[in-house]
């Protein structure tokens, strides 16, 4: 398995250079701490415990995995200790306020963490990723009494939390939930059903787990307008704070999956549990979409990951593996072969890889921008265009970046050949992890119905035309560049246009026909991402000409951006053209067959 390195430069790149993080900082209200030297050291010792800690592991907790029985669950060998390093650390207090506990830096902050993490161990950064979410849910949503109960043991990390929404009888389809919760008269309901697919739902890692759960009160309205949200602990906190007595809550067993096996996904039974209500009530999915957003951009960072362990592991390999000679001439004549990288082909996999990584890694920083401005600026105005413009990316970014970096997982396999297929390499293992983020958190199709009909559709093109803005506002900088960066302008522009076009059809053949957004929605958001990603690929080729302009030290570095760039929009943005197509197609071919057509075909 190769070995894990931490992608610094490029971090360093995309936040400080490209995406101006220093003045950023400076700029926030409470922030100016936040300095470059502040945030090297933090990037820096987040590298060290995810290369050192969690990257060795990777292989040994995915072939032990997760181990049931009556009394619990326990985790690989070495996990249990990686989180008490974690939590010794104060990783997990790192952006959470300093009332209680926390470090009260910016959430962008913890976007460098968890992206190392994860690609250092993607099953074992799930484990702090849900609490997080819980913390989140419970800060926004939850009464003073319950932040003060457990939010502190949240933030340093001795309590962990998951997110149950998930029945065997609905699936996605939240409507179809039964789990019961009735009150008890003393503040507190008896939550009684079963979750599935519940990650990190039991384990050995923390004192106590905050289960926060969907969940019907007695008078509930039928549908998802009747869903409540609660927090059922594992251990009831005593007055003090501390656990106490063990809730009725347990893991009836844990799911046999693909991959991701060094995380717990468990099968969760609620037998009358003590819970207690978050929000209003009837109102639990406004609380809980707080858990989603969080997690849909944590999913997303994962569709990153995949495509760095990709790229490094196959990029590694194409320079050290010996197979074949080049078309031009040996490369290596006195060896008995050249190295796989003269090969274009091989080349062609491993760029592509290279493309989707690095434009993944400027979305998830510019994520992080976003949610900075949203939750820590005081200029009302800048807030709501940053919520507008989360709103926006975030179905693009979860979508677009997992599908795109399971295609990248795929071909770190490709390149190594049938030595990709063997478990021993780590790339096959990549592909197994990487499988689940298209489907967690919303599938690709929930994904882009919701871009499409809720977030563009549904906002009458106003959010679409908002990020189209920005677009415009890069192609007039790039217009003023050498001629290269004016064409990357000018084919933005063309693409934008057409992103338009196809937004206004659609809409106007949803009038007549609902199933139009249906039938072309996955199209529409991958024709966004390569959009949006086109934006990144631009915004990086412009800071790195600029860079060589000035004589900069690192001329292979930049040049190596400016080359990607063109690969990105010569190989990969074209792409786009093929979902265009797909999308004024229209509906037709979809529901040729009936209902009842499928029936008889099945037989």
């Known amino acids: 398995m190769p070995d894990y390195k931490a992608p610094l430069r490029d971090i360093q790149f995309v936040r400080e250079e490209v995406l101006n993080y220093p003045d950023h900082y400076a700029n926030l209200p409470g922030c100016e701490e936040v300095t470059p030297d502040l945030t090297e050291a933090i990037i820096n010792e987040a590298a060290k415990f995810a290369e050192n800690v969690l990257a060795p592991l990777n292989r040994s907790g995915d072939e032990e995995g997760c181990q049931w029985s009556e009394d619990g669950v326990t985790t690989p060998a070495g996990f249990k200790e990686a989180y008490q390093q974690f939590v010794a650390g104060g990783w997990p207090s790192l952006s959470s306020p300093s009332a209680f506990g926390g470090q009260g830096l910016p959430s962008s902050l913890d976007l460098i963490v968890t992206e190392l993490n994860g690609q250092a161990n993607h099953a074992w950064s799930m484990y702090p990723g849900l609490g997080a979410g819980a913390r989140n849910t419970i ?11 457990y939010l502190t043991k949240l933030i340093e990390g001795s309590w962990s939390g998951t997110m149950c929404l998930t029945e065997s009888q609905g699936g996605s389809d939240l409507s179809f939930l039964r789990t019961k919760a009735e009150p008890r008269g003393d503040g ?27 969940a019907r009160l007695p008078d509930a309205p039928e549908g998802t307008r009747g869903i409540s949200l609660f ?91 010996l197979a074949g000679r080049s078309l031009t001439g040996p490369k290596n004549p006195d060896g008995p072969a050249d190295p796989l990288i003269v090969h274009a082909d091989v080349r ?9 990584a690095e434009s993944h890694r400027m979305f998830v920083h510019y994520l992080g921008l976003l949610t900075d401005h949203m939750f820590i600026s005081v200029d009302e105005t800048e807030k709501q265009k940053a919520d507008d413009l989360l709103g926006f990316l975030t179905p693009i970014a979860k979508g677009f970046m997992t599908e795109t970096g399971l295609e990248a997982a795929n071909i770190g396999v490709q390149i190594y050949g049938g030595h990709g297929f063997i478990r021993e390499w780590g790339m096959e293992q990549n592909v197994r992890d990487a499988r689940i983020s298209t489907l967690y958190e919303g599938t690709t199709g929930i994904q882009s119905l919701d ?26 900088q790039l217009g003023e560049e050498e001629e ?120």
């Not at 008896?190 to 739902?201: C, L, N, V």
């Not at 037998?271 to 997303?300: Q, S, W």
Request: aromatic share 10%.
């Open 188 to 214: 507190s309901y008896a939550i009684t059903g079963t979750k599935i697919f519940i990650s990190s739902g039991e384990h050995d890692m923390v004192e106590n787990i905050v289960h926060i759960v969907l």
């Open 451 to 476: 871009l499409l009909g809720r977030k563009v559709l549904g906002s009458g093109g106003k959010l679409l035309a908002l990020f189209a803005g920005e677009v415009l506002e890069l192609c007039g």
């Open 231 to 321: 927090i059922v602990p594992k251990f009831l906190p005593n007055a003090d704070g501390e656990v106490g007595e063990r809730n009725t809550v347990s893991c009836g067993s844990l799911e046999h999956k693909m991959g991701i096996h060094g995380n717990a996904t468990c099968v969760m039974n609620f037998d009358g549990a003590t819970g207690y209500l978050i929000g209003e009530p009837n109102k639990g999915l406004n609380c809980m979409f707080t858990f989603m957003n969080v997690a849909r951009v944590g999913t997303a960072v994962q569709g990153l990951s995949h495509a760095e362990v990709a790229y490094q592991g196959g990029l590694r390999y194409a320079i050290e593996r």
């Open 139 to 149: 800060l926004e949503h939850g009464t003073d009494q319950q932040r003060e109960v």
């Open 484 to 603: 290269t960066l004016a064409e990357y302008g000018t084919t933005l522009g063309e693409y934008l246009t057409e992103w338009e076009q196809l937004t206004r059809t659609i809409g106007e053949r949803a009038v007549v026909d609902a199933n139009e957004v249906g039938a072309v929605s996955v199209d529409y958001l991958m024709y966004s991402g390569y959009v949006v990603a086109a934006f990144f690929w631009a915004k990086m080729a412009l800071v790195a000409q600029q860079k060589l302009a000035a004589d900069s030290s690192e001329e292979l570095f930049y040049r190596s951006k400016l080359a990607t760039a063109n690969f990105y929009f010569q190989k990969l943005l074209p792409r786009a053209k093929l979902h265009a197509s797909g999308i004024m197609s229209g509906a037709d071919s979809v529901m040729e067959l009936s209902d009842d057509d499928f029936v008889a075909i099945l037989g």
């Open 348 to 356: 062609r996999m491993v760029m592509t890889c290279k493309a989707f």
